[in-house]
């Protein structure tokens, strides 16, 4: 799976807190037979900032989280 893979897959996870207008990754949303695939995916995209491939900023506008 690339990065792009990755970001589509776990955009799918975002939801809207239960703080007004905050949104976060919620794999619970994921049915537990996919589940392994989303956490590959969340740590595909958390090593790709730990690189520096991609700014913390940058993946959280890709993913609609900002």
Do not use: C, P, W
């Amino acid at each position: 799976m690339n990065l792009d893979e990755a970001i589509f897959l776990l955009k799918k996870t975002v939801k809207y807190s239960a703080v007004k207008n905050q949104k976060h990754l919620d794999l619970t949303l994921v049915s537990a037979q996919e589940r392994f695939t989303y956490e590959k995916a969340l740590a595909q995209v958390t090593n790709e900032v730990k690189k520096g491939t991609l700014t913390e900023t940058d993946l959280k506008q890709r993913l609609g989280l900002i």
